[in-house]
């Protein structure tokens, strides 16, 4: 399947640009769709919706961050989560458990 160019170009800025959290409405402003217009192509084109797209794409940068700073507030804000409280509940409600149970005496892991 050929991804449409404009969703394509999306996704490849948010690859690019790991740092940064784009909003969907500067996103759809990129594409010259409205930002109701951008969702909805964005999931028909990718079977995710760009929110959860966003969401993973947050996970795994204080995932990431995480193992090299080894202090959940920073990893969440360095991922553009509001705290380590909203990080917290994003990480429960994808995985299905806290992370402080996770990463709780855990060995830093090779990337």
Not at 4 to 15: E, G, S, T, Y
Not at 19 to 36: T, V
Not at 105 to 111: C, E, K, Q, S, T
Request: contains cysteine; aromatic residues 14%; proline residues 5%.
């Amino acid at each position: 399947m050929v991804v449409d160019p404009r969703v394509q170009a999306a996704i490849d800025l948010i690859r690019d640009e790991p740092d940064c959290n784009f909003s969907q409405h500067y996103l759809a402003d990129r594409a010259d769709l409205s930002p109701s217009r951008f969702l909805h192509l964005f999931k028909q084109q990718t079977d995710v919706p760009y929110r959860r797209f966003r969401n993973w794409k947050r996970l795994f940068l204080a995932l990431d961050s995480l193992n090299a700073v080894d202090n959940m507030t920073i990893a969440a804000l360095d991922a553009g989560f509001s705290d380590s409280t909203h990080f917290s509940h994003s990480f429960c409600e994808t995985f299905g458990i806290n992370p402080a149970y996770v990463f709780r005496g855990i060995n830093r892991f090779d990337v």
